[in-house]
């Protein structure tokens, strides 16, 4: 399962990307206000910290605005992949995108019969909002299932980019479905190193060592 780190936050990803945990990173409209900065600047930035996919999201409606945004996007780097919404135009926009050999990803997915018109579409990802689906009061968890059965039965090569990931129990619950990618903010991705035990023994080991009077180094 690839990891993603939902944010425009540069220093937060520099940080991750050093781990080696990092596999990409997805923006929207929200997270680049949140950062407060440049939109071109700060995903070129976010661009060079990781080899990865970066999305990047347009903003028009309409098809052939989407398709002149996605030109002056994908000019950024070799790394970018457009993020379309789910409407009909921006599945238009993410076939015509594909066929040219450009990395897709279609957002704002709720429904498994979306994510079927966006595989059948070419999308190189489809994002279902796991989280906000939870939060409306719906099982977002089932959904990333139907989606894979789905794309299971037809071989459909779209990855499944969970999004939307709240918590720690999410990742385990798609890594078990088998979501091909979580994309989530970084605190939950450091979340997911923690443990009451790992740090009891961690803590053990140390008085124990301390207690011999030996060092490695
Ligand atoms: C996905 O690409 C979106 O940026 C994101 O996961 C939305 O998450 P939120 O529901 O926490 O805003």
Redesign the pocket.
């Known amino acids: 399962m690839k990891f993603f780190a939902?944010t425009a936050d540069t220093a937060e990803i520099a940080e991750l990307a050093a781990t080696g945990l990092l596999d990409g990173v997805?923006?929207?409209p929200?997270?680049i206000a949140k950062s407060g900065r440049d939109f071109m600047e700060v995903t070129k930035e976010i661009c060079g910290l990781t080899d990865g996919p970066v999305?990047a999201e347009v903003v028009a409606l309409d098809h052939e605005t989407m398709m002149k945004e996605a030109e002056v996007l994908r000019k950024i780097a070799d790394n970018v992949c457009i993020?379309v919404p789910l409407t009909i135009d921006g599945l238009k926009t993410c076939r015509a995108l594909t066929n040219d050999g450009t990395q897709v990803?279609v957002?704002l997915c709720f429904s498994a019969n979306q994510a079927l018109l966006a595989a059948k579409a070419g999308a190189t990802f489809v994002?279902p909002?796991l989280?906000?689906h939870d939060d409306n009061g719906f099982d977002g968890l089932s959904l990333i299932e139907d989606i894979r059965l789905i794309y299971d039965n037809y071989l459909f090569e779209t990855q499944i980019?969970a999004?939307?990931?709240?918590h720690p129990v999410h990742v385990l619950e798609c890594a078990k479905i088998g979501a091909d990618v979580g994309?989530m903010p970084p605190k939950v991705i450091k979340a997911l190193a923690n443990h009451v035990l790992t740090d009891k023994g961690i803590e053990g080991f140390m008085k124990d060592w301390a207690a011999t009077g030996q060092s490695i180094l």
């Open positions: 939902d997805t923006t929207n929200s997270l999305s993020k990803n957002t994002s909002f989280g906000r980019l999004a939307s990931i709240r994309t």
